[in-house]
């Protein structure tokens, strides 16, 4: 399927068609480990200006989302899970995606830098460049390693929402990124155990296309090995409390479990989609019990 | 130049024009969304005490 790049008649996108080009569920993880790392900081913050810190991180996530969508339009196109999108939908042009992510991204990262910190406004900056630059344009299509070193985007955010509290980072935030880091393998591996055919079809070196399942089930239970323990790190490194560490330890437990299925597992996808379900909601559980630790 | 030819321009589909319509308002909510946090910001940060200054 060819994509268009220049529009030769008005355009039929609605604000929902813009919407998803931001990528709304991604976002809204974003926005909330970014509001679980200012919260964590132990400064306090006026709401307004806190809000104010959310909603930039929130559109600069958005705006990393549709400039991504802008680069992959054309694997976007050749792939099952994603041919629905706007741009391969036809709704909207690359040029327009490419318009729309390049001004929320100017837009949120002065805003983040005129009305919190420049500190946190150069690590959104710094976030949105390593997922559009490093991740999208030089890593996804180059490297089976591609979502392992993309993922420290996706990890950045708890660190500019305690940047945002206090103008710089610490170890706290850090345990934060590094559990993020660790997640991001197995949750984006057992998704494409299932995908397989559709990434091998966009030409897209996921691990699974290159190495094989094998390899890929192999590598899910190493990195969920060290997920496990890191997710109690707070409670060990003594900013969280002993109930969240043991509930971290519990989930982090299920989540061993469900990789060790995927690992014994030899025909079908049933291990892999249970671990993919359940790595979304170990991490909205782990920043959950984390931000009720906090608050209490 | 002749003046006499009639004006031909880029006609909408009710589809289009509902579209730009949507896009229209969608960008106008953003702006007043992004004044009113400007607004907000900017007392916070002046505090509360800006009204009764020395002049």
Redesign the interface.
Known sequence: MSVTLARV???????GD?IELMKPRVMSLVVFTALVGLMLAPVHV?P??GL?AL?CIAVGAGAAGALNMWYDADIDARMTRTAGRPIPRGHVTPGEAAGFGMTLAV?SVV?LGL?VNLFAAALLAFTILFYVVIYTIWLKRSTPQNIVIGGAAGALPPMIGWAAATGGVAIEPAVLFLIIFFWTPPHFWALSLYRTEDYARAGIPMLPVVAGHRETRRQILLYTLILAPLGAAPWLLGYAGMVYGIAALVIGAVMVVLALRVRAERQGHVASKQLFAFSILYLFLLFAMLLIDRMS | MNDDRPEQGIKLTEQQSRARRNRSIAIALALGAFVVVIFLVTMVKLGGNVLTRPM
Do not use: G, K, N, R
């Open positions: 008649e008005p355009s039929i996108a609605e604000a813009y006026h307004v200006i104010t909603l837009f805003t009305l």
